[in-house]
């Protein structure tokens, strides 16, 4: 039986935009709220208004959510009052049900940092909560280098956030702002800062990452009495980043004594979105995902050890803590074993292939795959490439056509309006039903921009393949991923392309070359013959 409810704030669109080198965009915002809404999160804190653009834009654009929007902050400076502070005026026009402002509680940085009275900053504080609480909104107080400001001066931290608590904040969030704090010690804190007074349903974590103990020091402060839990999904935020609710969520819903203590407002059948959305954002980020994350990485319930992987298949509770099903993911039991075999049964039946067990062809198949993966390809993510190479293994990959040869420029040249533009041209000429065809197509859009030269590439490529362009007609590309990656000893580039057609099909292809061109036509080779695979059907095999 649950008996507390414990409240989980995502950061992801503010502190997760802190991480070097990520910059979302409004729609991307937007369908990393949806998805968070979707799993169960309590807050969403969608950015600070008025700092730049795209979070102005987002909050005027802001998607209905069950979970609280919120904007962040900071709260208003010295010599103004709360009211005619123009920066805490656009935190507070985006309009949101919660508005968190952050504020500092290590008397070293009120001095140094603001540069003004210890006292000052306190009435700063108590002001802008007031604020907050007085137009109707929901306050939280990010008590900022809380636990540092702490081990200096207790008295002073604690003043800092007990002016918030009194101002009406909901939240008091105590920040490891600089991530040195252990788990030891946050418990020690959280426990005395209880024992001080402070109500631990009024009281939030906010951890970063630079110990790699941002998730355990979230589960320290759980454990002493905090209620509230701040990260971002994956752990994105600035520099080593935030504690990574996609470690965090499925640890509170699925062990013990987190399971029977809280309710947190994620469901376990929302959990088992998890994975999906972990790698929805590291597709937004055009990251490769982390195979070693917990719980939704590629390898967490990957199995490659001979006695891992013969135990599992008698039971897998022998080495597995949680049933991988309940985050999203699945088992992996990698090549070149019997265990790995099965795995891959179960990977061709799903794409439509029955192989018996014992069957040569499946070490075959297991050792191409190897030896493509140690040159750079990658077939996690391009099941399509994957099921081309087993069909080809099997004798079931028809010979719809051969591309005979292929060519692309790009050339720079002034158009009529004396105005430098992109051309880019390719040539492909294939073998078809015996019959060699050559085709000729540029790239632009209906506005003429050039679109590139893979785009050439698949309009000349798709343009004249006799009985087969009609199959293709519906076909086209949504995605272009360009990774630089060790294929060897040497770098090569991988391209992969995910298409998608009329009958709602999506489908990922690889190709690897140390030419982003041929890398760019080995994948849409794939991405076509996939498609003529399945709308085709074996008995159009066009065997020369
Ligand atoms: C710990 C955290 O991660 S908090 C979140 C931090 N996030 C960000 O900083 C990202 C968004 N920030 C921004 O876009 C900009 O910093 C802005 C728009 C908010 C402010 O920009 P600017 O006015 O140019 O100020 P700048 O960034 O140079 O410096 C911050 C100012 O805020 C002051 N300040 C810092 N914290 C606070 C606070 N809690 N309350 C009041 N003032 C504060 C600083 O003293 C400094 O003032 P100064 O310029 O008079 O010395
Ligand atoms: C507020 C915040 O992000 C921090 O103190 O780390």
């Known amino acids: 039986m649950h008996t507390e409810r414990l409240y989980l704030y995502d950061t992801t669109l503010r502190d997760g935009q802190q991480t070097q080198g990520v910059q979302f965009s409004t729609a991307e915002k937007i369908q990393i709220a949806q998805a968070l809404d979707q799993l169960g999160v309590d807050y969403i804190e969608g950015g600070w208004p008025g700092a730049n653009p795209t979070d102005s834009a987002f909050f005027d654009a802001a998607p209905k959510t069950s979970a609280r929007l919120t904007a962040f902050g900071m709260t208003k400076r010295s010599g103004r009052s709360a009211e005619n502070d123009d920066v ?189 959305i972990s790698r929805m954002l590291d597709d937004i980020l055009n990251r490769v995902p982390s195979k070693q994350s917990a719980y939704v990485g590629a390898s967490a319930f990957a199995h490659k050890a001979g006695l891992h992987a013969s135990a599992i298949l008698k039971d897998p509770t022998t080495y597995e803590h949680v049933d991988p099903a309940s985050v999203g993911n699945a088992r992996i ?56 190479l087993a069909r080809d293994e099997l004798g079931q990959l028809p010979a719809f056509f051969e591309v005979k040869r292929y060519k692309v420029t790009v050339e720079r040249r002034k158009n009529k309006y004396n105005k430098m533009v992109s051309l880019s041209e390719a040539v492909v000429v294939v073998k078809v039903d015996g019959e060699k065809k050559l085709s000729v197509s540029e790239s632009h859009d209906e506005t003429g921009n050039d679109r590139g030269p893979v785009n050439a590439l698949a309009k000349a490529l798709s343009k004249d393949l006799g009985q087969y362009s009609r199959i293709l007609d519906d076909m086209h590309l949504v995605d272009f991923k360009v990774r630089i990656t060790q294929g060897g000893t040497e770098a090569v580039t991988r391209v992969i392309i995910d298409s998608e057609d009329g009958q709602g099909r999506r489908w990922s292809t690889v190709g690897v070359s140390a030419n982003i061109v041929d890398a760019s036509f080995e994948a849409l080779l794939d991405a076509i013959q996939w498609k003529l695979v399945r709308d085709c059907g074996r008995q159009s095999a066009v065997a020369e």
């Open 333 to 388: 039991i990698p090549m070149s074993n019997q265990a790995g075999q099965s795995n891959l049964r179960k990977r061709l039946a799903e794409a439509g292939l029955t192989v018996d067990q014992g069957d040569p062809a499946l070490g075959h198949i297991l050792d191409r795959i190897k030896l493509r993966e140690a040159d750079g390809y990658s077939y996690d993510t391009a099941q399509a490439s994957f099921e081309l």
């Open 88 to 276: 805490l005026a656009a935190v507070m026009n985006a309009d949101t049900q919660a508005v968190c402002l952050v504020g500092k509680s290590h008397d070293y940085h009120v001095t140094h940092a603001l540069g003004i009275p210890l006292e000052e900053n306190v009435e700063n504080i108590r002001a802008s909560v007031a604020h907050v609480a007085a137009q109707g909104r929901e306050a939280l107080f990010d008590a900022e280098h809380f636990f540092d400001g702490y081990k200096d001066n207790p008295g002073y931290a604690i003043e800092v956030c007990r002016a918030a608590l009194n101002a009406g904040a909901r939240w008091v969030v105590l920040c490891d702002t600089n991530g040195g704090a252990l788990p030891a010690e946050v418990s020690r804190i959280v426990s005395e800062v209880i024992a001080a007074g402070f109500p631990g349903d009024r009281l939030g974590i906010h951890t970063h990452n630079d110990t790699e103990n941002a998730v355990a020091c979230s589960l320290a402060a759980v454990n002493a009495g905090a209620r509230q839990i701040q990260g971002t999904l994956n752990g994105l935020g600035e520099r080593c980043g935030n504690a990574n609710l996609t470690a965090l969520i499925p640890t509170l819903l699925l062990k013990e004594p987190y399971a029977s203590q809280f309710d947190i407002g994620v469901s376990n059948q929302a959990l088992a979105d998890l994975t999906r």
